[in-house]
């Protein structure tokens, strides 16, 4: 079934841990997106790829990284995490070259992560 | 860049009453306006879209409206039912292909039966 994947579901982090999440698509979109939401502020924007080795920052870009070495896979690294961090994660992805598609963002399922 | 700001934050209403929602954008640019339903726990799904060359768009219970002169776009919702409670976001993009998105902080709707 097409889609995005994301892993893991939920973690539980200690604070100054390294962590990456992970997210896979199969729909060969061009364009990722890695977006935290937070009770009242709504989805924030991470980090962005427009497409495979290109990376761009967002909104709320400190503390983490992304890459992008082929258009299905787009982790996104916690270097040293924080209890600020401490969010629900989303992935996502759109086809930004193909015009009037109308499809949107795809969204994974999320990941609950907590910095303790 | 942009600037999506969404009106009310939580919305009651009645079963079979209807809901609206409100965003206004600030890049006239702007020519893309998707709006996600996120049910509790569940990931945000696009339920109705709008681009700039269209005033309205509805489908079955669901319509969107569009004022590019205003910059502001509302979600209509007819006939509510339970199941239409969710959290509703707004969000705009700007260029001749989908690109990024611009969210605003959106809607809590609670439909009582």
């Known amino acids: 079934i097409a889609g995005i994947t994301q892993a893991p579901t939920s973690q539980i982090l200690a604070a100054g841990r390294r962590m990456t999440l992970r997210c896979t698509q199969d729909m060969r979109h061009n364009a990722m997106y890695w977006y935290r939401q937070d009770l009242g502020l709504g989805l924030r924007l991470i980090h962005y790829?427009?497409?495979?080795?290109?990376?761009g920052k967002g909104e709320v870009p400190d503390g983490y990284s992304v890459s992008r070495a082929n258009t299905d896979d787009f982790p996104l690294t916690l270097a040293s995490a924080v209890p600020s961090q401490t969010s629900v994660y989303f992935c996502a992805s759109s086809d930004i070259f193909t015009p009037g598609t109308g499809s949107g963002y795809t969204f994974g399922s999320g990941t609950r992560l907590t910095v303790v | 860049g942009e600037n999506v700001e969404q009106h009310p934050s939580t919305l009651s209403v009645q079963e079979g009453d209807s809901a609206v929602i409100k965003c206004t954008y600030s890049?006239?640019?702007?020519?893309?306006f998707p709006w996600y339903k996120q049910e509790l726990g569940k990931r945000p799904q696009l339920i109705i879209d709008?681009?700039?060359?269209?005033g309205e768009k509805k489908d079955q219970r669901i319509a969107v409206t569009l004022n590019k002169t205003a910059k502001h776009f509302s979600l209509h919702i007819t006939e509510t039912q339970p199941e239409d409670s969710a959290v509703y976001f707004c969000a705009a993009s700007r260029g001749s292909t989908l690109g990024r998105l611009y969210f605003g902080r959106g809607t809590q709707l609670t439909v009582w039966p």
């Open positions: 709008i681009r700039s060359n269209v």
């Open positions: 790829s427009n497409t495979a080795g290109t990376t």
């Open positions: 890049d006239s640019a702007s020519n893309y």
